[in-house]
């Protein structure tokens, strides 16, 4: 019942027309015929110039309005001045999409951006969508769609790469061809005036060609849609990305290539990981994944076996492993007596497995056999070295034929050349990664294998802290406020803490001295030892300034720091604004560990939480790791565990361990911070004192700025978190409780066996079949939701102590973000009881406080039942024009 995606002009045309179409040997007009011919284009083709009758033997029309058939879509290949108004004609003669590949626009400075403004302005106007400009086009190798001027072209697959260099996919497209690696989708983005990574990653997810995909970024434009679209490819495909500009130099040829944001490299790092998305770096690693997804290669996790006839190689690949954080799997004891067995008496015992210099083929075949069935190997690298009693061809077929059966990944290293040439032919022939060196191999293994790990920090979504007492959002929002209305935008670190306190962190307390004698007086009440500091919003380092004197143990040290901590403050810093002294208790932890918690704005990815070792050596050190918000005690303990400061938080020398849990509650509560409090624009807590009692801030600086309102409260993050303000209880006359919520990723097993238990008439007129199970990439689809742009409520109820699932609702936003679609099931046995009215009244009711203007639905023009009950919530309904079958129904929102 699902209408056509609104790309399929673009991806799936049944016409294509290329303006510019040129007989003049070696143009882009030129290039874009003969590679359509070429490939074999289904459709039908068009050539478009006023100054050829035929080009190519393919008819031309003087114009695109002059074309006898309605075009889904047409390629522009003419100057930029001219693109605008072909644009407009376009419009007239009813296209639905384009591909401008013409250069000499924003990249081209201020007049070219002109150019551009009004080529976007002509297809909003039209309704056109645009690929480009400034690109190399579009492939579809199933279809024979080639309308690019690469002179490569693409093998028939299952990968779909969108890059937004074009030179980048006519490299990949010229390897591609005799490494008989092949692609479903080939996509030059160019500029992204109109269509970005979001909308194709979109497309890739419903397209049943494209198995995986690979994205080359070099910047991101909008970074809530590209999260959105890259966490619901990667719930259901392998995605890859490579992005360079790691470094800030890079950022300003970015911007003057594609014009894309480009953030902090940890930050974007962070936020592929949490998007399920592997990581590569180099063209090599982008090669070697391609191979090994061609060859359906899937990984299970991150513990890698190596087998080796030459210790020196298997040192090296468990090195490179080491320097990738790439476990070597520890054998269990039947895998130890398996190897024993079946290799002679002095092999290594160990991993890497070396079968030794003479190891013949059996050695090798029953050494991986042995392995591969082990209960602790994720992975296995079988290496080779051609010495003199070896057989590398024999050696290859064994490994070949283990493999085909294996359910874990094998990639081989067969080193040397002349020796082992045929023997790598034979792995490729097999669709086995194979290399020359260790290196490579461990890094493909690295790079594929973090997508077991990514895939489990995908599926978190982070729910309310409910347990535990809820923050006092307003206040802290009130503390904000007044510093905003007096024009302050860092607050002191009295106000910091409040906001901190606010959220139930921990503090030491601080109060604010402007005399000396006020210190005494503040520092008898507080209690001796104190610590004073300089109150200076101009100041972030206060020891660098020599504002800082620690463990005052004497109301006469209080008088003498005042003064000393004045006078020293100005003489370093004489521009400084200086409010006054805070002073604090001395917090004298014996077995504390300093730590620091940051808050940072990215500015593409908005909100950042940063943890690592604290104190002095904060700068010094840079041991900082970095995550998106919202967390949740997954992503938090994950967090942790990425710095070097780690080992250190467990029992250390004579000092014993941490308390982790209140650790981590920190960390979860500056999250809960982030989420409500948008005006946050930096945080500091530095140090975090931490030992097995507990946590405490004892110093804390936050910057805050001005955020306008917007109707959605979590406008300001990549990632929307989990909207449990949306839960709702509503008791039926009968007593039965029953809660409406959104839904979680969690909730696979609930949908299952809801669909499950639905009659054959209920899931025909939900799902068009009666099939017996939702497959998993529906499980994954329907459960695994992006909350800024579709919502999904699950009614439930207790039975016997455990949740079941009793209807849903939901609605996706449209590509126009004004209107959605919804759908609407309801168990057999709950029909008829008010429930299907009351989730309609909620998912509207959230469909109109996020702004949207229509809600639509497609039904079956049989099902009389749910006709009657859309018209009851006020649904005006229609027939539609293609379909007999099919009844549209439209609601008003805002009336």
């Not at 400034?134 to 002179?151: K, V």
């Not at 944001?261 to 590569?280: E, K, T």
């Not at 050494?367 to 061809?393: K, R």
């Not at 455990?802 to 046995?829: H, L, M, Q, T």
Request: hydrophobic share 45%; proline share 6%; charged share 25%.
């Amino acid at each position: 019942m699902k209408e056509k995606h609104y790309l399929t002009s673009l991806f799936e045309p049944r016409s294509v027309g290329i303006i510019g179409a040129s007989e003049r040997e070696n143009s882009l007009g030129n290039v874009l015929i003969r590679n359509m011919l070429e490939a074999g284009y289904k459709g039908r083709l068009f050539a478009i110039n006023p100054s050829h009758e035929t080009v190519l033997g393919v008819p031309c029309y003087k114009s695109v309005e002059d074309v006898p058939h309605r075009l889904d879509l047409v390629v522009i290949a003419v100057r930029a001045e001219k693109a605008a108004a072909l644009m407009d004609a376009c419009g007239r003669a009813g296209v639905r999409a384009a591909i401008v590949l013409s250069s000499g626009f924003s990249e081209a400075g201020p007049r070219g951006a002109l150019l551009e403004r009004k080529l976007l302005e002509a297809a909003r106007r039209h309704r056109i969508r645009m690929l480009g400009p400034n690109c190399i086009g579009l492939m579809r190798p199933e279809l024979g769609l080639n309308a690019t001027f690469a002179h490569a072209r693409a093998n028939k697959g299952s990968i779909g790469l969108i890059s937004q260099s074009g030179a980048l996919c006519a490299a990949i497209l010229d390897w591609a061809k005799p490494n008989n690696v092949g692609f479903s989708a080939v996509v030059s983005l160019g500029s992204s005036s109109d269509i970005d990574f979001g909308e194709v990653l979109e497309y890739m997810i419903s397209d049943p060609r494209t198995e995986s995909i690979f994205l080359y970024v070099e910047g991101i434009r909008d970074a809530r849609r590209f999260m959105s679209a890259l966490r619901g490819a990667a719930r259901v495909k392998p995605v890859l990305l490579m992005k360079v500009g790691r470094h800030p130099d890079v950022s300003r040829a970015i911007l003057s290539h594609s014009g894309a944001q480009v953030g902090d490299d940890a930050v974007f790092d962070a936020a592929l990981r949490r998007a399920g998305v592997i990581r590569l770096y180099n063209m090599g690693q982008l090669f070697s994944a391609a191979n090994a997804l061609f060859s359906h290669f899937r990984p299970r996790g991150n513990r890698l076996a190596v087998i080796t006839n030459g210790g020196g190689p298997g040192v090296m690949a468990a090195d490179r492993a080491g320097d990738l954080g790439i476990p070597l799997s520890e054998f269990s004891e039947g895998t130890m007596e398996k190897l024993n067995a079946c290799l002679p008496p002095n092999w290594s015992r160990g991993n890497p497995v070396d079968v030794l210099g003479d190891a013949n083929v059996d050695h090798y075949r029953k050494a991986l056999q042995a392995v591969l069935e082990g209960p602790n190997v994720d992975g296995v690298l079988v290496m080779l070295t051609p010495q003199a009693m070896t057989d590398p061809d024999g050696v290859a077929d064994a490994v070949i034929e283990l493999e085909r059966t294996a359910d874990k990944p094998v990639v081989t290293c067969w080193m040397g050349d002349e020796l082992v040439i045929k023997a790598r032919h034979r792995f490729i022939e097999a669709g086995i990664p194979t290399f020359r060196t260790p290196e490579p191999a461990v890094e493909l293994f690295s790079h594929i294998s973090a997508y077991y790990r990514n895939q489990k920090l995908l599926m978190q979504t982070p729910a309310p802290l409910s347990h535990l007492s809820p923050p006092s959002i307003e206040s802290a929002r009130l503390v904000i406020e007044t510093a905003l209305a007096e024009r302050r935008n860092v607050l002191n670190e009295m106000e910091s803490k409040a906001l901190l306190a606010a959220f139930r962190i921990p503090i030491a307390q601080t109060v604010i001295a402007r005399s000396a004698t006020e210190a005494m007086v503040l520092a008898e009440e507080i209690g001796l030892p104190v610590v004073m500091k300089i109150d200076s919003p101009s100041i972030i380092h206060k020891s660098d300034s020599g504002g800082v004197r620690l463990n005052l143990g004497s109301l006469a040290a209080v008088r003498t720091a005042y003064q000393e901590i004045l006078d020293e403050v100005k003489r370093n810093r004489p521009d400084a604004t200086i409010n006054g002294v805070a002073i604090e208790p001395m917090i004298l932890k014996r077995n504390g560990r300093e730590l620091v918690v940051g808050v940072r704005r990215d500015p593409v990815f908005g909100p950042v939480i940063t943890f690592g070792e604290g104190g002095n050596r904060v700068e010094a050190n840079r041991d900082l790791a970095v995550a998106l918000p919202p967390l949740n005690n997954y992503l938090v303990h994950d967090l942790i565990r990425s710095t070097r400061v780690y080992p250190l938080l467990g029992q250390f020398r004579n000092l014993p361990p941490i308390n982790m849990e209140a650790l981590e509650l920190v960390l979860l509560r500056v999250s809960e911070m982030v989420c409500e409090l948008p005006w946050i624009a930096t945080l500091d807590i530095n140090p975090l004192i931490v030992d097995e009692a507990g946590t405490v801030a004892v110093d804390a600086r936050i910057v805050v700025e001005n955020v306008a309102p917007t109707a959605d409260r979590y406008d300001h993050m990549a990632i929307h978190p989990y909207p449990s303000h949306l839960i709702s209880r509503w008791t039926v006359p009968d007593g039965t409780e029953i809660t409406i919520r959104p839904i979680k990723p969690e909730d696979a097993e609930l949908e299952i066996d809801f669909v499950r238990g639905l009659s054959a008439e209920t899931k025909y007129y939900r799902f068009m079949n009666t099939m017996r199970e939702l497959p998993p990439a529906m499980v994954a689809r329907l459960t695994q939701i992006d909350y800024d742009r579709e919502m999904a409520f699950l009614a439930t109820v207790q039975q016997d102590g455990v949740e079941k699932e009793i209807g849903v609702c939901r609605y996706a936003v449209n590509p126009d973000g004004e209107s959605c679609e919804f759908a609407v099931v309801v168990a057999d046995d709950w029909q008829h009881r008010g429930l299907a009215r009351r989730l309609m009244g909620t998912l509207i009711e959230t469909a109109r406080n996020k702004g949207l203007t229509y809600m639509n639905g497609v039904f079956l023009a049989n099902n009389e039942r749910m006709l009657r009950f859309v018209q009851g919530l006020g649904f005006v309904l229609s027939n539609d024009p293609d379909d007999s079958t099919i009844k549209l129904g439209v609601l008003s929102l805002q009336d």
